[in-house]
């Protein structure tokens, strides 16, 4: 009913009660007095009445004075937000859309009222798909029952589109029947942009560790592991479940290469720069095995927060020995070139000398012991002369097949007076059946020579020396209980004019390696001080 038709009934009832009040009051009652004090009565009951209603008039229009305002307030608070606000009726209707929403879908100027997203959809010609979609997945949210939230993209005119974070309430009357739906969309363009962004970059960042071909391993400010990539795991042969939360420095480095690590680490810290150290450091894997490491410590920070510190470990142990070996070569090489200018030279000059003394030995009895003595050395001049001409050029071998245990047995033969005179003792062990081997007999000899008499100058008082057919390879094993040789020096043997010995060249070694690898083998020393030495000879079959 509307505020007319109440309002005309409000009237028409007034003057009927009136009449009747009226009229009741002329036909039944006589006395005067009375009749004028019911009357009185009847206008303050209209006064009253009229009151009433003005006072009810007045609270309703103040009431609704605040409602309007307080309409404002929604609509003024819904308009300046920056999301999307739409209300709509059970059937869809859109009943109220914020200004956003409006311009968003391109109808600022289209009466949206009572209209569903499919029927607004033919206003918008950019926006049809979209809105007919809205349509589809208010329905499913109908279906639910209950309040959903999705991601849905809404593309924009210039070609970029916007993310929106939506979330729709369905309401229901009591008997269940659909009573309304509201719908917020929250623009999170910004926010998945950034999350795209950061998930870019977390990904390059992850393909950069994990595929890195360089040991790396994440360490936090106090040098605890966080985490290791794959190449670390293959390198050290260490998992990252068995040292996350392990000292980076107490892992498996020496004295001396933990305080270099600490400094490193300190100093990353306190400056937040990297810092690459010159000084390679030794790391054992595993296995046991050596490592050489060139170290990078670089800050890993976040805004301007240092959180932690990374590390490169460059492996350059193969380098460092390519490098040793090119270091060796050109001592090999020098030593030939003097061998080829010198050696000849001398020798001549040498045999004269030497033919002089033997006969003044012969005439000159009573100096008999110092020709004795000059003899020895001169003999020892030839040796070493003998020695610089192996070095001074590759000479073609002459291989042929020889059983090479009957050539040990040569040898043995041959030292056992001098064995005995160091009171050394050599044993020799067959492990297995050991075919003929392709190689230059009096050579291997000589190197046979050369490493057993190492060993007993080395006050061995037994030697070892095992055969062994592995694959397609003979190893040969020289083992004593001598005095050793510590473990810095060990990587010069070999090494021309390194020796350890008082009146030694270190040719010796030199030459035997030399034939070693002539021979396509491979020659390992292993030595502890106090404990002995183990050489290995490794020949092709």
């Known amino acids: 009913m509307s505020k007319r038709s109440i309002l005309v009934l409000y009237i028409l009832f007034g003057i009927l009660t009136l009449v009747v009040f009226d009229y009741f009051l002329t036909t039944n009652i006589e006395n005067k007095e009375v009749f004028i004090q019911l009357q009185r009565v009847e206008g303050i009951v209209f006064l009253l009445s009229i009151g009433l209603i003005l006072f009810l008039y007045l609270a309703k229009r103040e009431k609704f004075k605040q409602l309007k305002e307080e309409e404002q307030r929604r609509r003024t608070l819904i308009n300046s937000m920056v999301d999307f606000v739409n209300f709509k009726d059970g059937d869809g209707r859109w009943l109220e859309s914020n200004t956003f929403g409006l311009q968003l879908f391109q109808l600022e100027h289209v009466d949206y009222k009572g209209k569903k997203d499919s029927e607004l959809a033919e206003y918008s010609e950019f926006y049809k798909e979209s809105l007919i979609y809205c349509e589809i997945s208010d329905e499913e949210t109908w279906i639910k029952k209950e309040i959903t939230r999705c991601e849905e993209i809404v593309p924009l005119p210039n070609g970029n589109h916007k993310t929106f974070d939506t979330i729709k309430v369905p309401l229901f009357f009591e008997d269940g029947s659909r009573k309304g739906l509201v719908v917020i969309g929250r623009d999170i363009s910004e926010r998945v942009v950034a999350e795209n962004q950061l998930f870019e970059s977390e990904q390059r960042y992850k393909s950069l560790f994990e595929h890195n071909p360089y040991p790396m391993l994440m360490l936090d400010l106090s040098g605890i592991i966080t985490t290791v990539n794959p190449r670390f795991e293959t390198v050290t042969g260490f998992h990252q479940e068995e040292i996350q939360g392990a000292s980076f420095i107490e892992l498996n480095f020496s004295a001396e290469d933990e305080e270099l690590i600490r400094t490193s680490c300190q100093y990353v810290v306190e400056n937040q720069k990297g810092i690459k150290k010159g000084k390679d450091i030794e790391f054992l894997t595993k296995s046991g095995k050596s ?59 040498l045999t004269s000398l030497k033919g002089f003394v033997q006969l003044l030995k012969k005439s000159d009895h009573p100096f008999e012991q110092y020709y004795t003595i000059m003899l020895s050395e001169l003999d020892r001049i030839n040796l070493i002369v003998s020695e610089l001409l192996v070095l001074a050029k590759p000479q073609e071998l002459p291989f042929s097949k020889h059983q090479i245990i009957e050539l040990m047995d040569e040898v043995k033969t041959l030292l056992k007076p001098e064995a005995d005179s160091y009171s050394t003792r050599i044993s020799i062990d067959v492990k297995n059946e050991i075919p003929l081997l392709s190689c230059e007999a009096n050579q291997l000899k000589q190197v046979f020579i050369n490493m057993i008499k190492n060993s007993m100058e080395a006050s061995a008082d037994h030697i070892w020396i095992d055969f062994e057919q592995i694959d397609n390879t003979l190893s040969i094993t020289i083992r004593d209980n001598g005095s050793g040789i510590e473990k810095n020096r060990l990587k010069h043997l070999g090494e021309p004019f390194y020796s350890s010995k008082e009146r030694g060249t270190g040719l010796g070694l030199t030459v035997s390696c030399r034939i070693i690898e002539a021979h396509k083998g491979k020659v390992r020393f292993n030595s502890e001080l106090n404990h002995g030495t183990e050489v290995k000879i490794v020949l092709p079959i």
């Open 291 to 349: 490592l050489l490491l060139s170290c990078t410590f670089v800050p890993m920070l976040i805004g301007n927060e240092l959180v932690g510190i990374i590390t490169y470990a460059k492996d350059v142990t193969q380098i460092r020995e390519t490098e040793a070996r090119l270091r060796r070569t050109e001592k090999l090489s020098i030593v030939g070139e003097l061998a080829a200018s010198v050696a000849h030279e001398v020798r001549n000059p």
